[in-house]
């Protein structure tokens, strides 16, 4: 079982709806990101939260709006997507460091899907 | 320019027929190259990070291996649930470079 949590595990959304996605870590991790997968691709970066802070945004459209209300969770809050959005959606937390350092821990995934 | 290639893009193997997964890398100033397993619809699991020319780790019927050009990935005696996507993700001196995975099917 992964130590990352995400919730849900699928969300079906229209373009015109608001939904969120948590991730969660008791690793006492100081580090998480959010990642977007498309199928049969890498890994791409969202966004970065070291100690709290946003400390790296990918150059992502404002309609996916990222918080970390503590340390041990993760939003991405999500928005006025399009359908080019739907994809699996990663969680991952790692020790201080961006992930430069130590290894990466993901979630499974909430596979969204844009109608 | 900094980039990671894994190859080959898939390779299916008969149950106990050894082989290798490569990942090539240029990237400046190696902070961490990383292994990761990934099953259908789940998220990567790491499996093993190395830091400089020389190392090697070793996990079950995996091992890893490191120069300053690329970082090999065998497979000994593989079973059916090795089956998975293989990636590897380079750490620079700024970001993390993850390559295409290498698509691993091994066939009872």
């Known amino acids: 079982d992964t130590e990352v949590t995400q919730t849900p595990k699928h969300l079906v959304m229209g373009m015109t709806n608001k939904k969120s996605l948590k991730c969660e870590q008791h690793?006492?991790?100081?580090?998480m990101y959010w990642y977007k997968q498309k199928a049969k691709k890498p890994p791409e970066l969202m966004f970065v939260?070291?100690?709290?802070?946003?400390?790296i945004n990918e150059s992502v459209p404002s309609r996916f709006s990222p918080e970390c209300p503590n340390s041990s969770l993760l939003n991405l809050h999500l928005h006025a997507l399009q359908p080019e959005d739907s994809a699996l959606y990663l969680c991952?937390?790692?020790?201080?460091?961006?992930?430069?350092?130590?290894?990466?821990?993901f979630g499974n995934g909430t596979r969204l899907t844009v109608t | 320019e900094d980039q990671v290639t894994q190859s080959p893009e898939a390779l299916r193997l008969q149950e106990g027929e050894s082989s290798s997964l490569n990942c090539s890398y240029t990237?400046?100033?190696?902070?961490?190259l990383f292994w990761y397993r990934q099953d259908p619809g789940k998220g990567p699991e790491f499996l093993f990070t190395?830091?400089?020319a020389g190392e090697e780790k070793e996990k079950e019927r995996l091992k890893a291996t490191l120069t300053k050009k690329e970082s090999f990935l065998h497979i000994t005696a593989p079973k059916p649930e090795d089956s998975a996507t293989y990636l590897c993700?380079?750490?620079?001196?700024?970001?993390?470079?993850f390559g295409t995975g290498t698509r691993l099917t091994v066939i009872p």
């Open positions: 939260y070291s100690y709290e802070k946003l400390s």
């Open positions: 991952a937390s790692s020790q201080a460091g961006q992930g430069l350092y130590s290894p990466l821990h």
């Open positions: 993700a380079v750490a620079g001196a700024n970001n993390l470079f």
């Open positions: 190395l830091y400089s």
């Open positions: 690793m006492g991790h100081r580090a």
């Open positions: 990237v400046s100033g190696l902070r961490g």
